[in-house]
């Protein structure tokens, strides 16, 4: 017997913050803008440099010492998290859902805290999610240091060419103290996030083809792969270009029902009636809704929850579906965060 399983991301398809992007505006001086550098940098040197070692995701290690620099602490960072969690609606219940419905998991890049927040107000058991482990205050910082940090915090925004990061980010900060925070903190993205399916995979004897994954950035491409080639189901919710681009099923809305549906038939039927559902419910969501053995509970949620678009990715939609899920990103999650990779 099959025992189908589900792992999502947390930020996109569950939660509306980019918590370290938050974090950067709450405590660093223009720390948005900082924050939005630093991730594109993290793009290139994830997806167009491909570096030997570098998972995307780094953004999170990088923008460390400068939070160290302008004094966040470890409460600090849990405080926030717990004051500013903010979910995608539905996903209480999703996730309430598809763990009484399967195996579930959180597969996460975010710091730890943060993930604990998100379990502590929706009930999700936090042994089962995997993210970013981080104790920033057991790395020590000079006032020499942590001038020199706000220096290179302006060196960044007045030039946020590569060269100057790779410089900053490579020669610079190895050679400080604080250095130590970018080599020892390893970010759950890219590499690390399948290596955490391939951990669940292991634990508890599950196979590939029975993963149903659920991401949205730049940070999902390895685990969204992976489930694709392993006939799993592959899935982005309201994803950015780089998850549509290594994903089968784009989900595209303002809510998480349509994740709990697809999470619903594929335990009861695999993959294949997913994409039978998927062709009938773009002709007819209602009448696919009852045709196949959909929850009785979510059906009668659709029609107060209809702005629901679901695609099959093709090499033919790929570019226009790239589109328009984008702006269902922005209208979800604001322009800001719904343009970071």
């Not at 660093?28 to 491909?50: M, N």
């Not at 030039?159 to 400080?176: H, T």
């Not at 690390?192 to 004897?205: A, P, T």
């Not at 107060?304 to 579906?321: A, C, P």
């Amino acid at each position: 017997m099959n025992r189908r399983f589900f792992v999502s991301d947390c930020e996109g398809p569950l939660t509306i913050n980019d918590n370290a992007f938050e974090l950067s505006g709450k405590y660093i001086e223009d720390g948005e803008r900082f924050f939005q550098i630093v991730s594109r940098y993290d793009d290139i040197l994830a997806d167009e440099i491909k570096r030997p070692g570098y998972n995307a995701g780094g953004t999170l290690k990088l923008i460390l010492p400068f939070l160290k620099a302008y004094d966040a602490t470890n409460k600090d960072i849990t405080e926030f998290s717990e004051e500013t969690v903010c979910l995608v609606p539905g996903a209480r219940d999703t996730l309430q859902f598809v763990y009484c419905t399967m195996p579930s998991f959180i597969v996460s890049t975010s710091y730890q805290q943060y993930i604990q927040a998100l379990c502590n107000i929706t009930g999700f058991p936090f042994q089962n999610t995997y993210s970013t482990i981080l104790d920033i205050d057991k790395y020590s910082l000079t006032s020499t240091e942590k001038t020199r940090l706000m220096e290179l915090r302006e060196d960044v925004l007045n030039d946020p060419s590569f060269e100057n990061l790779e410089k900053i980010f490579w020669e610079i900060i190895p050679q400080m103290h604080i250095g130590k925070i970018i080599e020892e903190v390893d970010p759950v993205g890219g590499e690390g996030k399948k290596e955490s399916v391939l951990d669940i995979i292991k634990r508890f004897q599950f196979k590939g083809s029975d993963l149903m994954y659920v991401g949205d950035s730049i940070t999902d491409v390895q685990p969204l792969k992976y489930a694709l080639e392993q006939g799993g189901l592959s899935v982005a919710f309201n994803g950015n270009e780089y998850s549509i681009e290594e994903t089968e099923i784009a989900i595209m809305a303002d809510n998480t029902l349509p994740i709990s549906i697809l999470a619903d038939l594929f335990n009861k039927g695999g993959r294949e009636e997913i994409m039978e559902f998927i062709d009938q419910f773009k002709d007819g969501p209602l009448r696919a809704l009852e045709d196949y053995p959909v929850d009785s509970h979510l059906t009668l949620k659709y029609p107060s929850l209809s702005n629901i678009q679901i695609d099959i990715v093709d090499d033919q939609n790929r570019e226009k579906i790239k589109e328009e899920s984008l702006k269902y990103r922005k209208n979800v999650r604001g322009e800001s965060i719904g343009g970071l990779g």
